[in-house]
């Protein structure tokens, strides 16, 4: 089912177009993936999803509800987590979080209730009476998230989680998103990082200079990216001995000859292992090893958009 329908969703600022008409849906349950380089529109779209940001032009839907001019009960459903921390500095963990609760509308009894749940869930307890300015970057990305969530919204916004945090705190990160949708929690997620998008990710949508360029699950935007099928097949014996015959029998694939005793077999159409086990065997080349190859998510993300996910992650991160 969907939760969130955009339609020719637009935002203009004094003549320049930063999002340029675009179409998407996020279903319940699932993590959707926003990927593209910084100033390609993620945080701008997010910004008009949420009623932060005033739509240009085009319609946003909520359960099949067109919401685009009356965000308050869209909002109510929706957590959000910029990229930038929004609590404050001289709160502490426990109030921040209890705050943001009382912002929420939360009654004082729950909202204490979840905030110790999610100090604990987190592993924020000892720092719980700590000021947030006295958080490390991660500690601080961990509480603003739990601010997110503290009112059990059915859809979460996730803007950049893992920037500029150190990989242990990046996988903490990455694992809570993942028990968060084992808990049935939407997820919508900006990144920049290609393996955190294909690690989290059931459907992605690639967007550049406001424009989206591809959407689709991971394997179908790989598979696109491949244009054929390929099995590669690690045999015993010599395969020139049989590549005549092979022709023979299966004249609709190709095949390329690799390294190591490793024959890639290649066609259009998808095709049944079993058939080519059974002839390598019958001619006394047994199969070590059928492996499906497909691309990598960043040469799919190379191919369709020319942009080289290095450059990006460096130009996002201020390393040139």
């Not at 705050?99 to 929420?104: Q, V």
């Not at 979840?114 to 604990?120: H, I, M, V």
């Not at 609709?252 to 024959?263: A, C, E, H, K, M």
Request: charged letters at 30%; proline letters at 3%; hydrophobic letters at 40%.
């Amino acid at each position: 089912m969907k939760i969130i329908e955009a339609e020719n969703l637009k935002k203009d600022y004094n003549g320049f177009s930063a999002v340029k008409g675009v179409n998407f849906h996020i279903n319940r349950g699932e993590i959707f993936g926003f990927l593209g380089p910084n100033g390609a529109g993620k945080t701008t779209t997010i910004n008009m999803l949420t009623g932060l940001a005033r739509i240009s032009g085009g319609r946003v839907k909520l359960l099949g509800e067109d919401y685009t001019r009356n965000h308050k009960k869209a909002q109510a459903m929706m957590g959000i987590v910029p990229d930038e921390s929004n609590l404050y500095e001289e709160l502490n963990g426990w109030e921040n979080l209890c705050f943001c609760g009382a912002l929420y509308g939360m009654e004082r009894d729950r909202r204490e209730k979840r905030a110790r749940e999610l100090l604990e869930q987190f592993g924020l307890e000892d720092a719980s009476s700590k000021p947030f300015k006295a958080y490390s970057k991660g500690m601080k990305r961990k509480l603003t998230i739990a601010a997110g969530i503290i009112h059990e919204p059915e859809i979460l916004f996730l803007d950049e989680p893992t920037t500029g945090i150190d990989v242990a705190f990046a996988r903490q990160i990455r694992n809570l998103i993942v028990d968060l949708h084992d808990r049935g929690t939407t997820i919508f997620l900006t990144t920049h990082y290609i393996e955190e998008a294909e690690r989290l990710c059931e459907r992605l949508a690639f967007i550049v200079e406001g424009e989206i360029v591809r959407e689709g699950t991971v394997e179908e935007l790989m598979r696109e990216a491949q244009g054929e099928n390929i099995v590669n097949f690690t045999l015993g014996g010599d395969f020139n001995e049989v590549k005549k015959e092979f022709k023979a029998v299966f004249p609709d694939y190709g095949y390329r000859i690799g390294r190591d005793s490793v024959i890639s077999v290649h066609s259009p159409e998808a095709f049944s292992l079993l058939p080519l086990v059974q002839f390598f065997e019958e001619r006394g080349l047994p199969v070590y090893e059928a492996k499906i190859a497909r691309p990598s998510l960043e040469e799919v993300f190379v191919k369709v958009t020319g942009i080289e996910l290095k450059k990006m992650q460096n130009q996002k991160e201020g390393r040139g």
